[in-house]
């Protein structure tokens, strides 16, 4: 996964953030009050983040959100703590077919509301399931985290394998919340950055395909080597 560090566009990519609970989707907190006060505390941290310059900015690496990293760590907690789901999760409980780390991807999985098999079929696309890879970009781990979205996601250790799926499914995550459930442009943002797919004005899937020769060939590619991989994981 690259991030692209030219695509911050100031903190007002932060006001797609939609911190309303879902019905019948648990949120990770477990408590109506306490998803409450993380919402109420969400909210005057961008206040206070709103008289910054617009330099300081949005999230392709997360750890990009502000200059500390005490605050960007603050932002991540408050987002996960309002955190809802997308797919087909039935009682946390989604059939695929098992790999090596399969307590760890169902863990995320209810935690954060993503299907194990897209879990799985990315972090097959990522990494062929070697925790110890690192690319040519500097991605590591399974889910091919760059230093600086590993460090405000909290991963202190990527090649961990427990650490870098938390981390990689709550991004994962993250940008599924940024585009409404939209899974292709969630992706392609995992992969090449949200500012690239911003900055193609689409906002479905079906838009996204009409004008994904516009991203880059990697990205294209790895939207379909994921569908492929989900679909052979899939029961």
């Known amino acids: ?31 109506a009050e306490a998803q409450s006060s993380s919402r109420a505390e969400f909210a005057a941290v961008l206040q206070q983040l709103s008289a ?9 690496g997360v750890a990009a959100l502000a200059d500390s990293t005490a605050l960007s760590s603050l932002i991540w907690q408050q987002l996960g ?23 760890l991807i169902r863990t995320a999985s209810a935690k954060y509301g993503v299907p194990v098999d897209l879990i799985k079929a990315v972090i097959d696309t990522e990494s062929s399931f070697n925790p110890n890879v690192v690319s040519s970009a500097g991605a590591k781990g399974l889910m091919q985290l760059m230093d600086g979205t590993a460090n405000g996601l909290g991963v202190s250790d990527p090649f961990d394998p427990a650490q870098n799926i938390d981390g990689g499914v ?38 996204l395909m009409q004008k994904l020769s ?12 994921i569908e492929r991989a989900r679909a052979e994981y899939a029961l």
């Open 1 to 31: 996964m690259s991030i692209d560090s030219a695509s911050a566009s100031g903190l007002g990519q932060l006001k797609w953030v939609n911190l309303r609970s879902s019905s019948g989707l648990p949120a990770r907190t477990g408590a």
């Open 81 to 103: 703590a309002a955190n809802v789901g997308y797919g087909s999760i039935s009682g946390g409980t989604v059939e695929s077919v098992p790999t090596d780390y399969e307590e």
């Open 52 to 60: 910054q310059p617009a330099e300081v900015s949005s999230l392709p």
């Open 170 to 207: 709550r991004y994962l995550s993250y940008q599924l919340k940024r585009y409404d459930g939209e899974e292709k442009m969630a992706l392609a943002a995992y992969n090449a950055g949200p500012g690239r797919v911003n900055k193609l004005g689409v906002s479905n899937d079906e838009e």
């Open 214 to 225: 516009l991203l880059p060939e990697e990205t294209q590619a790895y939207i379909t080597k």
